[in-house]
């Protein structure tokens, strides 16, 4: 869950010194790049829905 943020930066050096190497990489950096940025606005998506809350509170029900 933590891989794109904690590894980005290692992620981000390996695809440039691949794409230095053959060009034909900057589509598999497009592709890196937009997995890694889902991955991370999803996670901020989830956090923000369960700290706001937009459907209420729930009450417990009693058995």
Do not use: Q
Not at 45 to 59: A, C, D, E, Q, Y
């Amino acid at each position: 869950m933590f891989l794109p943020v904690w590894m980005g930066g290692w992620i981000i050096d390996a695809v440039r010194l691949a794409a230095i190497v053959n060009p034909a990489y900057e589509a598999v950096r497009d592709r890196l790049l937009t997995g890694s940025a889902s991955t991370v606005f999803t996670l901020v998506v989830i956090v923000v829905l369960s700290v706001v809350k937009p459907w209420g509170r729930l009450t417990p029900r009693r058995a």
